[in-house]
């Protein structure tokens, strides 16, 4: 069974996922939100998210949030490949805090900057 996202095409998150999963040759099975409708907030979405955003990943069950969680989750267990996310303390130190800058600074910069212009 591959792990099912739920996703929309356009969304930088989602699209960081595609990226990683496409890098270490990992099939997944795609669930469109429609979030211009507001699909994100009914209630079977709220079941699964309460934080009502994607991407979301349901693998076997196992359900979670959050691009940058997700993509060290599937590297940790779909690939032996440790050059994505070193084992070097280092060296993933220096990625983590990327990913921290991404998810508390330079994605909502940018989505309030962009959410005016589209
Ligand atoms: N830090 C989150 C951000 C996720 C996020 O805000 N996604 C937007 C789409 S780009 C979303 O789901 N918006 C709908 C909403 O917040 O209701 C991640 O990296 O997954």
């Not at 996922?17 to 099939?27: D, E, Q, S, W």
């Not at 990943?57 to 359900?63: A, K, N, P, T, Y």
């Not at 991404?102 to 994605?107: K, L, P, T």
Request: charged letters at 25%; a neutral charge; proline letters at 6%.
């Amino acid at each position: 069974m591959v792990p099912i996202l739920y996703q929309v095409v356009t969304s930088p998150p989602c699209r960081a996922v595609f990226m990683l999963t496409r890098a270490i040759g990992l099939k997944l099975e795609l669930k469109d939100v429609n979030i211009t409708e507001r699909e994100q907030l009914k209630p079977e979405y709220l079941k699964l998210n309460p934080q009502h955003t994607v991407p979301l990943l349901d693998d076997d069950g196992f359900i979670f949030w959050d691009s940058h969680a997700i993509n060290v989750y599937l590297i940790n267990k779909y690939t032996n490949d440790s050059t994505l996310y070193p084992n070097d303390i280092k060296k993933r130190a220096i990625i983590d805090q990327r990913l921290h800058f991404d998810s508390g600074v330079a994605f909502s910069v940018l989505r309030r900057i962009s959410v005016g212009i589209v």
